[in-house]
């Protein structure tokens, strides 16, 4: 099993920036994808950004330029890199891992991110 743990969330105003990091602890076995997903009020989570074990990364439009996803396998970290922000960000974002072998999802706490406008 795998265990994540957001952290770096808060409040912003627009045009800031944040860096949220996300720590996996356990059986973080390799190949695997971890990504940054997130949910505003009444909407659906949707992918933010994603990065394999083999460096692919994957970006929503709404973000590419402005986001840049990175990780540490050595720590078993993800990162996401956050700037420009605006209030269309503001949502719970979630850590997520996706492993290959056993083929199972895990999923961070969420941490909050609110832009003021």
């Known amino acids: 099993q795998v265990r994540l743990v957001e952290s770096g969330g808060g409040f912003v105003q627009t045009g800031g920036s944040l860096e949220l990091s996300c720590a996996a602890s356990?059986?973080?076995?390799?190949?695997?994808?971890m990504g940054w997903y997130r949910q505003a009020p009444g909407k659906q989570r949707e992918l933010v950004a994603s990065?394999?074990?083999?460096?692919?990364?994957n970006y929503a439009d709404s973000v590419k330029g402005r986001f840049t996803i990175s990780r540490d396998d050595a720590k078993n970290t993800v990162s996401l890199q956050m700037s420009s922000l605006k209030p269309e960000d503001s949502a719970v974002y979630y850590c997520?891992?996706?492993?290959?072998?056993?083929?199972?999802?895990?999923w961070g706490q969420g941490t909050q991110v609110t832009v003021s406008s």
């Open positions: 356990g059986s973080v076995f390799r190949p695997n994808t």
């Open positions: 990065m394999s074990s083999g460096g692919r990364t």
């Open positions: 997520r891992i996706d492993r290959a072998w056993p083929r199972d999802t895990t």
